[in-house]
């Protein structure tokens, strides 16, 4: 008897900030990888489909994009990511940034 099959695996690349296209919130959207392998006695042999997909935080929505798409979001990522995401964007009235009391002057 021979046992085979499949299994999935998922992975999160990045974590990006955008414009949900379902809910349209500004908001945090993670960058996932779904790998598929084959699988024979449960030893995994090789991956015959991939695919890229963004979901929103906010209201879970989820769009399919193409490895080229996702390529590109990687490198924005990589890009716009120096660890102060305040830095770049410009101060709104009530928002303090992280480290800072808001009760202190």
């Not at 990006?16 to 809910?23: D, E, N, P, Q, Y």
């Not at 945090?28 to 699988?39: N, P, Y």
């Not at 490198?75 to 940034?97: I, K, L, R, W």
């Amino acid at each position: 008897m021979i046992i085979f099959g499949t299994k999935g695996y998922l992975y999160q690349l990045a974590v990006l900030t955008m414009v949900c296209g379902w809910c349209g919130n500004p908001a945090a959207h993670t960058l996932r990888k779904r790998v598929t392998k084959f699988t024979l006695f449960f030893v995994p042999l090789f991956p015959f489909s991939t695919k890229y997909a963004t979901q929103c935080t906010f209201c879970g929505g989820e769009r399919q994009i193409s490895k080229e798409e996702a390529d590109q979001l990687l490198a924005q990522a990589a890009a716009g990511q120096d660890g102060n995401a305040y830095s770049q964007a410009p101060q709104q009235p009530g928002v303090t940034p992280p480290g800072q009391n808001p009760y202190q002057r």
